[in-house]
DNA sequence: CCGTAACGATGAGGTATGTCAAGAAAGCAA
DNA sequence: TTGCTTTCTTGACATACCTCATCGTTACGG
């Protein structure tokens, strides 16, 4: 079994219980895939064709505005799911870019695998839309707070619930996600005392 | 048949194929509840414990602040879900109101309920789970433009894409929920030439 | 280990949006 | 209708955040 999916078998038991006669189908079902920092899981314009599991590493969605300008959708690291859900769903092309932020891996299920493995075992599935729905979740607080904090607010926020992400990830697409630039983000860390 | 039913069933026509039984079991389901304007579907505080789905009216979830602001999540309105998934899903007390802005009326699906309906109907099950999909892919949309674009192009974009809220809201619940001030909102409406 | 490029820090000044206050308009109850 | 309340508009001013430019620091390929 490679390291990767020993991740990945290890999230999914913290999640549900399956048998290994149900791994088995997993393991035969997921593509290992590594990415070099920079290197794209995804372009722009390109059609996502895979739910993404990340076993290590650290990878950003962003979109880049008509003035050249990225704006970081979201990060993702071990133990989280990535993909463009919109492009998944409807096959036409998508309008962000996903890369790695760090040397990573990722387990790709390509969308009828994914279909075939929810499909016959009903506890993933039960575990899949699980993370969805707590996706959703999230959005949702994530919305609540850019609607009503400041730029400090939302940096503090951002530190306590993702510290991985805070102290991984370049200042610049911090500054990026949380809706701010980097030169307000570079003075808010910096005031503190 | 309910008029609120009636919704209930199109809507469900629209988006999957159920049997005459299946939609038996969904009317004895849904609970009907009329609310009249300013009323609490939700308060803070309390579980929330329906998934509701609205067949007339329109409804929205705010939360307030620690200096009594109010600040609208989102807006719903007929044919729309609405809910607090988080409190559903934990059974903790939840941090948002959901009121009704115009009278209106909804169907209740309690949590077991709805567990049941998904599980004894799987094309229901997978509708449920598909307009989960579509409500985090609005999401992240709503989240992108929330840290990209001006207080003038997130209401621009507002319009275009919820012309039926735009109408039927209040500009100080419309301006909440974009971020800004009513006075900020204002302004903009009528500097168009 | 060096040189170059990317990143972060900081200053000066600009702009979008917020705040507060007053008045006009619109909704609503009697 | 009338009067009362809530919502919207508008102005003057405050401020959080942005922009642009510069410089120090760190990362990294050769």
Redesign the pocket.
Known sequence: MSAGFEVFRDYVTRHTQLSEVDFGTLEAAAKPKKLR?HQYLLQEGDVCRYHCFITKGLLRTYAVDEKGNEHVIRFAMENWWISDRESLLTEQPSKFNIDAIEDSEVLLFDKSTMQMLTDSIPAFAKMVTGVLDKSFITSQTRIHEAISS???EKYNTFVQRYPGFALRA???MIASYL????????????KKH
């Open positions: 920092k400041t730029a400090e370049p200042q610049s809706g701010i630039k980097p030169e307000t983000l570079s003075r808010l860390r910096n």
